[in-house]
C-alpha cells in the first residue's frame, strides 16, 4: 500500500509540473498506479482528474480504465458532491475549449453525465442542453427533458424556466396512455392541458427565484392565459 501511495503522489507531482509521468516513472510505477487505481483509493481519483483536465493523455492508464469494470462509471467517483463538481468542471473545460465535431464534446457529455448521475443540477442542466443541441452526440429531446426534469426538482431555476418551455410546446413529450372511452387526440389534449399548468407552475418557481426569463414567459402566460385563468 506504501509503494502504491507514493507511486502515485509522484505522478501526482510530475502531473502538476506538466510531466508525462509514465515516461519518467517506467513499468513499474505504472503497475503501482493501477493496483490503486483496482483498490478505488481518493489519490488515484486525484490524478485521473489531473491528467483530464491539463490535457494530459496517459494512454496506458486510460486504458486500464476503460478495460476494467469502471469504464468512466460510478465506481471511481461515485461519493462526494465534491467529486460531482469535479467531474463537472472537467467537462466544463472540455466543452469550451472544443471545435464542433471535436471528440472532446463527446467526452464533455460523458463528464456531465457522470456529474448528473451524482445528482449535481448544474450538471444535470448542461446535460440536458447536450441533449438538445446535439453536443457530442445527436440531439434527443425526450432525454434532454428527462435530465431538465431532474434539475428542476432540486429547484435549478434555469432548468425550471427551460422545462417550463418543454411542457409548454410539447417538446420530447412520451404519446399518452390512451384511457378506457377516449380516444386518442383526447388524450393528447388532456395531456397538453396538464402540461401547459406544469409550465406555467415552472415559470412561478423559476420566476420567485428572479429568474429574469421565467419572469417574462409567467407574464405572458397570466396576459394569454396559458395554464390557467
Not at 471528440?103 to 441533449?131: I, P, S
Request: with cysteine; hydrophobic share 35%.
Amino acid at each position: 500500500e506504501q509503494k502504491c501511495r507514493k507511486a502515485c503522489d509522484t505522478i501526482l507531482s510530475e502531473i502538476e509540473q506538466g510531466q508525462d509521468s509514465t515516461d519518467h516513472l517506467g513499468v513499474k510505477a505504472v503497475d503501482l498506479f493501477i493496483q490503486e487505481i483496482k483498490q478505488k483509493r481518493g489519490r488515484a481519483c486525484d490524478i485521473i482528474f489531473l491528467a483530464i483536465t491539463q490535457g494530459q493523455h496517459f494512454e496506458e492508464l486510460l486504458q486500464v480504465l476503460w478495460d476494467t469494470s469502471f469504464k468512466w462509471n460510478l465506481t471511481v467517483f461515485k461519493f462526494s458532491r465534491g467529486n460531482a463538481l469535479r467531474l463537472f468542471d472537467s467537462g466544463w473545460r472540455l466543452e469550451h475549449r472544443a471545435q464542433i465535431g471535436d471528440e472532446n464534446l463527446t467526452e464533455a457529455r460523458r463528464w456531465y453525465w457522470q456529474a448528473a448521475r451524482l445528482g449535481y443540477a448544474k450538471a444535470q442542466f448542461r446535460l440536458a442542453m447536450c441533449f438538445e443541441q446535439g453536443i457530442g452526440g445527436e440531439p434527443k429531446f425526450a432525454e434532454a427533458r428527462k435530465s431538465l426534469e431532474a434539475a428542476a426538482k432540486q429547484n435549478y431555476p434555469l432548468a425550471q424556466c427551460r422545462l417550463g418551455m418543454y411542457y409548454e410546446h410539447g417538446i420530447g413529450a412520451q404519446e399518452p396512455v390512451v384511457a378506457q372511452g377516449s380516444t386518442p387526440e383526447q388524450a393528447r389534449e388532456k395531456m397538453r392541458l396538464l402540461e401547459k399548468e406544469g409550465a406555467r407552475r415552472l415559470y412561478e418557481q423559476a420566476a420567485h427565484r428572479n429568474h429574469a426569463p421565467a419572469q417574462y414567459l409567467l407574464g405572458r402566460c397570466l396576459e394569454k392565459e396559458i395554464g390557467g385563468n
